[in-house]
């Protein structure tokens, strides 16, 4: 491609966001080769960022980071033509040899930065679960613009951080990709956006199946969180939208709205969107939110909860779309909209139709149904090939039935189908049983009759100690 051929797109974001083009040492846009900075390595892609305020790189180019990459204050980070196909956008990826103790692979040294069409690939996939690294943070500083970028399976906590001390900032029409990472209990839950930075702009993003929140808001005056998208298909996870972690205390003047929460059966949020995050156990109050105009579909616990939030505009929310999850004990029932207004832990302009009553601590597990998974299949993750059982036990408390009781029925039946395949195993032994034969049933689609002829010929071609395979020869 001829310089010719891309200083249109890329006079258009210098445009947009002040960025002066022409040649020189710093200041102007880097070229490497033609037109752009294509595949390599961090290094390549440092010693970029260290010579130009303007790094355009190719459309599909693969950069493989084994170090942390330093954007420093000043610079426009772009694909060329600003694509926004994931699939055409240059890849920044952690690599395999990636350091696993170090936090961020990409991280700001100072303000004024502009991230635009760029994907970032945290490659949990290959790096496994690391609490602390995530693909991008920004701060503490003003003016961050990220922009059309794309962010896939981080290996950390979340894919995006704007860290405190942070200010005036845009994160707009970015898509966080789906991946097919469970909401189990082992703790290995990423968020969407995890933004703590005032009056920011977070609108129009599209979070595609996080695992703990999809937008946390951490605090600072003046935001405005509105018209994102944030869908549940191939996983579940604890919230949509939370606000009130309170890192930073001041929330004056944030705005919530026109959002869209959905979680497709048979995946959940534990809570739509949460204004205050005592259901978390947090004790720290926040003021003067707005939560306005967003629409909460499908199953949760709390379709929308307020507990936490004192002088808060709560308005035009949509929840008939809300499904029950299952009850915690100690906890208000499940409802579509919760306000914890008699402890005087929600107030203001509060619209109709709440549930009144105090949610501390009622997050509850990452499985639905974990607590009762386990007293049939031992202690072990709740799988994905029983989490239809979650709808149905949500389409049977509408229905106004003994959800539970049913569901306990229809396990007592593998228990006792696990004692005629093991009748001298231990409680362990018929655990196991269970865990295959409800896999054979549900995650191979067999009737219960073959389901069970195919776990006993599996544990007869089983290795010698595996739990009730035939004694060997």
């Known amino acids: 491609m001829s310089g010719r051929a891309w200083l249109p797109a890329l006079a258009l974001a210098g445009a947009a966001f002040g960025v002066g083009l022409g040649a020189g040492c710093r200041g102007d846009t880097y070229y490497l080769g033609t037109d752009c900075l294509g595949s390599g390595t961090e290094k390549d892609l440092q010693q970029a960022i260290d010579t130009r305020a303007t790094v355009v ?3 599909g180019a693969l950069i493989t980071l084994s170090n ?14 600003m694509p926004t196909d994931a699939s055409q956008m240059a890849t920044i990826l952690i690599g ?4 696993a103790q170090v936090g961020p692979a990409v991280a700001s040294s100072g303000s004024d930065i502009r991230i635009l069409a ?7 996939r290959v790096l496994g679960f690391r609490v602390s690294q995530i693909p991008l943070e920004l701060g503490h500083g003003h ?6 970028c794309s962010f896939a399976d981080s290996p950390g906590w979340t894919h995006l951080h704007l860290i405190e001390g942070c200010d005036a900032s845009t994160i707009v029409n970015n898509v966080v990709e789906s991946a097919p990472r469970p909401h189990d209990n082992t703790g290995q839950w990423s968020d969407g956006l995890s933004i703590s930075c005032a009056h920011t702009l977070v609108a129009g993003n599209h979070i595609n199946d996080a695992t703990a929140e999809g937008i946390v808001y951490y605090g600072g005056p003046g935001s405005t969180i509105r018209d994102n998208v944030i869908t549940q298909t191939v996983t579940s996870a604890f919230s949509g939208i939370n606000v009130g972690d309170a890192t930073v205390p001041d929330h004056t003047g944030v705005v919530i709205e026109n959002n869209r929460i959905i979680a497709r059966g048979p995946y959940y949020f534990t809570t739509g969107v949460a204004a205050g995050l005592h259901i978390n156990g947090k ?3 926040v003021r003067g939110v707005s939560v306005l105009g967003n629409t909460i579909e499908g199953m949760a616990r709390y379709g ?18 809300w499904h029950p999850l299952p009850p915690l004990m100690a906890c208000p029932p499940p409802a579509a909209y919760v306000a914890a207004v008699t402890v005087m832990h929600a107030s203001g302009r509060l619209q109709p139709g709440y549930l009144d009553g105090k949610i501390d601590n009622c997050r509850g597990q990452a499985e639905a149904l974990g607590t009762l998974y386990r007293m049939y299949a031992g202690d072990f993750p709740m799988p994905t090939y029983l989490a239809f059982e979650v709808q149905v036990y949500s389409q049977r408390m509408e229905q106004r039935l003994d959800a539970e009781s049913l569901l306990l029925a229809e396990w007592d039946t593998f228990t006792a189908r696990a004692k005629r395949i093991c009748p001298s195993g231990s409680p362990a032994d018929l655990q196991s049983v269970w865990r295959r034969l409800t896999e054979a049933q549900y995650a191979g689609n067999l009737s219960p009759t073959d389901a069970d002829a195919q776990v006993r010929m599996d544990l007869t071609a089983a290795p010698p100690g595996t739990p009730c395979s035939p004694p060997a020869p």
């Open 57 to 59: 790189l190719c459309r």
């Open 68 to 81: 942390t990459i330093s954007l420093p204050q000043g610079l426009t980070l772009l694909t060329d033509g």
């Open 96 to 99: 395999p040899d990636f350091p």
């Open 118 to 124: 760029v994907r970032f690939d945290g490659n949990r």
């Open 143 to 148: 003016q961050y613009t990220v922009q059309g």
């Open 283 to 285: 004790t720290v109050t």
């Open 304 to 321: 929308l909860a307020v507990d936490g939030c004192l002088g808060c505009a709560v308005t035009g929310n949509d929840v008939t779309g």
